[in-house]
């Protein structure tokens, strides 16, 4: 069975295409089998990369480790369940048509919060992250009290990783790793 990794934060401009990027690109070079899923079905920039790295390395006549890349199968409406969602099976699709060839798939998920990030999350094994080092961006995991300088309390996205914890353990499935990842420091810290 295959280990699920989520790269998901609602916020854009996180880093979560590049961080996927990498850790699949390393997986592949570490010699595993590893699969690659897309879903920001609009800028699609993990996907384009996929595409741009298969597409050089072609035209290279070179062999590197990469990832599989592939797109979310589409869905007969006419085979839905009453009050299934479309999104939830075609993703649901995708990931047991993965499994079996897989060793790990990462899943790339927008900057936003969608049906799709939010079944996502619900199947990862290990979640992360990034955040930049900004108040911005920290908001996203815990509201703050910013004179108090104290956590009041757990943001939109971190009651939506609470909610997918949930859902897995209700499955019987282990609970998330999540990582929340320092993705890029302050420029009063780089000098």
Request: glycine share 6%; proline share 4%.
């Amino acid at each position: 069975m295959a280990h699920i990794i989520v790269v998901g934060n609602e916020k854009g401009g996180a880093g979560k295409s590049t961080v996927s990027m990498h850790v699949a690109t390393a997986l592949a070079r570490m010699g595993h089998k590893v699969s690659a899923l897309d879903l920001d079905l609009r800028q699609k920039t993990f996907g384009r990369y996929a595409a741009n790295r298969a597409g050089f390395l072609a035209s290279a006549e070179k062999s590197l480790p990469s990832a599989s890349y592939h797109e979310l199968p589409e869905v007969d409406q006419a085979s839905l369940q009453p009050g299934e969602n479309v999104y939830d099976r075609r993703l649901s699709e995708a990931v047991a048509d993965l499994e079996p060839d897989s060793d790990f798939i990462v899943i790339d998920c927008p900057g936003s919060h969608t049906r799709l990030s939010q079944v996502a999350h619900s199947l990862a094994d290990t979640l992360i992250t990034p955040l930049n080092d900004s108040f911005v961006d920290f908001d996203l995991l815990a509201h703050v009290d910013a004179e108090a300088d104290k956590i009041v309390g757990p943001s939109v996205y971190s009651e939506m990783v609470w909610n997918a914890r949930q859902l897995r353990a209700q499955a019987g499935l282990k609970p998330i790793d999540w990582i929340v990842l320092r993705n890029r420091m302050g420029a009063q810290q780089m000098v």
